[in-house]
């Protein structure tokens, strides 16, 4: 759907309503009463005017019409003597969404910067003006992230777990245990706190639910007490396959050993970045620098010539890492603080392309060097030792990831959520 400010046209193919239907006001002379843009985060409320990727800004700032003014410019022009300011969820939604990528989550001290930075033109602009601040919710509250959590079920024989993992287990909603796992997006975690609304498709046709022998060699239950359940459970309005939702795991040469895998759905790459006044272009040019890394991360362990501690096929390995000293820091986003803040002491560091690309965009001093020097492959996974057979589940999930990959569904979803198609093999 495109909207043009000047006429008040709103097109889109096979409309079915009037554009006046949709947009009433649009010729108020004035800011809108709510400025809140769907997907906007704190940088965006003083900083964006409108965006090639979200209509919405269009929609609701109606720019260039208005100036080319931001959502914050016009609430100020409004001169309201009460205003509600509630933003930040979309800082780490997305994170959420795309099943638990930290990297997506706007850093604290940039959130504080931004914030504080919003607070301040309110304050000197809108002196008489009564602020009423929205605080952010958990963002595990969402329905989207646990709408299935810890499903049990009682059908009359005892209560019964109906979702099992990529282990053929039942899965243990352990509350803060380790890192939490999103499913169906799993990593490399074991506990799990969150099942994403996406699991509810796997979930209704009949993934994660246990038959009648699956809760006899899994769950110890007497033969006649699983049938019992079975039974339950169909007339209840489930399918239970007994096949286990599949989760996602880096291939690596150890995993093989102990797992079968699907082929890959999304790849990870590895990329270096350095200080944009380093002058570096290339690999050669890292010889004998300081890198840094997040501690003991893949990268780290690239960097450090480890790889069996690294664990990737040779066909996920594209480069061998320079001879650099390795400085550790808690994670790798701090690395990247660290230059963005002017810490001299390293060059540059070692992360996923995603997060570099994000820094970039959001003006950290730094560029890629060359092109990606490792990729984690990204897949469902499989237990070899389970008794039940994973086979037939499997070859549905390559049919089902690679129909995906032919499509375009899974570039479309990674340039939604990454701005960039992490679905094509590196190499």
Same mark, same amino acid.
């Given at each position: 759907m495109s909207f043009n400010p000047a006429t008040g046209e709103i097109t889109q193919d096979n409309l079915t309503v009037p554009p006046q239907t949709l947009l009433k006001n649009a010729f108020l002379p004035r800011g809108y009463d709510n400025l809140g843009v769907p997907g906007a985060d704190v940088y965006d409320i003083y900083n964006t005017t409108s965006s090639a990727e979200n209509g919405f800004f269009t929609i609701v700032l109606r720019n260039p019409n208005f100036g080319n003014t931001t959502q914050l410019d016009q609430a100020i022009g409004l001169r309201p003597t009460l205003m509600l300011l509630w933003i930040?969820?979309?800082?780490?939604?997305?994170?959420?969404?795309?099943?638990?990528?930290?990297?997506?989550?706007?850093? !604290?001290?940039?959130?504080?910067?931004?914030?504080?930075?919003?607070?301040? !033109?309110?304050?000197?602009y809108l002196t008489s003006t009564a602020l009423v601040i929205g605080n952010i919710p958990n963002v595990t509250d969402i329905p989207y992230v646990n709408i299935l959590d810890g499903v049990m079920i009682d059908l009359g024989a005892g209560e019964v777990p109906v979702l099992f993992g990529h282990d053929f287990l039942p899965i243990d909603f352990a509350q803060g245990v380790?890192?939490?796992?999103?499913?169906?997006?799993?990593?490399?975690?074991?506990?799990?706190?969150?099942?994403?609304?996406?699991?509810?498709?796997?979930?209704?046709?009949?993934?994660g639910i246990p038959d009648s022998?699956?809760?006899?060699?899994?769950?110890?239950?007497?033969?006649? !007490?699983?049938?019992?359940? !079975?039974?339950?459970?169909?007339?209840?309005?489930?399918?239970?396959?007994?096949?286990?939702?599949?989760?996602?795991?880096?291939?690596?040469?150890?995993?093989?050993?102990?797992?079968?895998?699907?082929?890959?759905?999304?790849?990870?790459?590895?990329?270096?970045?350095?200080?944009?006044?380093?002058?570096?272009?290339?690999?050669?040019?890292? /010889?004998?620098?300081?890198?840094?890394?997040?501690?003991?991360?893949?990268?780290?362990?690239?960097?450090?010539?480890?790889m069996e501690g690294l664990g990737l096929p040779e066909s996920s390995i594209?480069?061998?890492?320079?001879?650099?000293?390795?400085?550790?820091?808690?994670?790798?986003?701090?690395?990247?603080?660290?230059?963005?803040?002017?810490?001299?002491?390293?060059?540059?560091?070692?992360?996923?392309?995603?997060?570099?690309?994000?820094?970039?965009? /959001?003006?950290?001093?730094?560029?890629?060097?060359?092109?990606?020097?490792?990729?984690e492959n990204l897949?469902?996974?499989?237990?070899?030792?389970?008794?039940?057979?994973? /086979?037939?589940l499997r070859a549905e999930v390559d049919k089902l990831f690679t129909a995906m990959h032919s499509d375009g569904r899974l570039t479309e979803l990674s340039n939604k959520w990454f701005e960039a198609d992490l679905t094509q093999n590196p190499t």
């Open positions: 930040g969820s979309n800082d780490v939604l997305g994170a959420a969404l795309a099943g638990g990528d930290q990297s997506q989550i706007t850093s !604290q001290a940039d959130f504080q910067a931004r914030y504080t930075a919003v607070l301040q !033109q309110i304050g000197e380790g890192n939490p796992i999103y499913l169906p997006l799993l990593t490399e975690e074991t506990s799990v706190e969150h099942v994403l609304l996406t699991g509810v498709l796997a979930y209704q046709q009949g993934l022998a699956a809760m006899v060699d899994l769950l110890g239950l007497p033969p006649g !007490q699983a049938s019992q359940l !079975q039974a339950g459970m169909i007339a209840a309005g489930l399918n239970p396959t007994g096949q286990a939702l599949p989760g996602s795991m880096t291939i690596t040469t150890a995993r093989q050993k102990i797992l079968d895998f699907s082929v890959p759905y999304y790849y990870t790459p590895a990329v270096v970045a350095v200080r944009a006044d380093s002058g570096i272009t290339d690999m050669a040019g890292l /010889e004998g620098k300081a890198l840094c890394a997040g501690t003991s991360t893949t990268y780290e362990q690239w960097l450090n010539h480890d594209y480069a061998q890492a320079p001879n650099v000293t390795v400085v550790p820091l808690s994670t790798d986003q701090d690395c990247a603080q660290a230059i963005k803040a002017g810490r001299e002491d390293f060059i540059g560091y070692v992360t996923s392309e995603t997060v570099v690309n994000a820094n970039i965009a /959001e003006g950290f001093p730094v560029v890629k060097v060359g092109s990606p020097v490792f990729s897949a469902a996974a499989f237990d070899k030792s389970s008794s039940l057979s994973s /086979e037939s």
